[in-house]
């Protein structure tokens, strides 16, 4: 297990994306929570769910496919790591693919995506990129 939760947790959904599978699970944490709600949001995943297992808990994430299988998760990028925190203000968060993607920023009114960080005009901690 390595010491970044959320690495694995994009690891994982990106490995099942690759497989094709139906839906992936994950330890349950409340910034993944969160993570996974602006993926379901943006239309990247179909849907999530909390499960109780007696320990700290699963998400359920229920990927998402085109019309012919196609991924609609291409690829997702890690940004800030526990070694390397990336900070942005407001106006130069990153777009993800030339706003192809979304960037997924965590910020003091919670996390979201570069979009809604830049119309807030507020920055944070650049966590990942997906397209």
Excluded at 38 to 54: A, L, P, S
Excluded at 86 to 103: E, F, L
Aim: contains cysteine; aromatic residues 6%; glycine residues 8%.
């Amino acid at each position: 297990m390595s010491s970044d939760p959320i690495a694995d947790m994009l690891a994982k959904i990106m490995n099942a994306v690759e497989s094709r599978h139906e839906r992936v699970d994950i330890p349950r944490s409340k910034i993944k929570e969160q993570i996974v709600k602006v993926f379901q949001e943006e239309g990247f995943i179909k849907n999530y769910k909390c499960i109780e297992d007696r320990k700290q808990g699963i998400i359920r994430v229920y990927l998402k496919y085109g019309i012919h299988n196609e991924k609609i998760i291409n690829k997702i990028k890690r940004i800030s790591k526990p070694g390397v925190r990336k900070y942005s203000i407001s106006r130069k968060i990153p777009q993800a693919q030339g706003g192809m993607g979304v960037t997924v920023v965590s910020t003091s009114k919670g996390i979201m995506t570069d979009k809604d960080a830049k119309k807030l005009k507020i920055g944070g901690e650049i966590l990942c990129s997906l397209w």
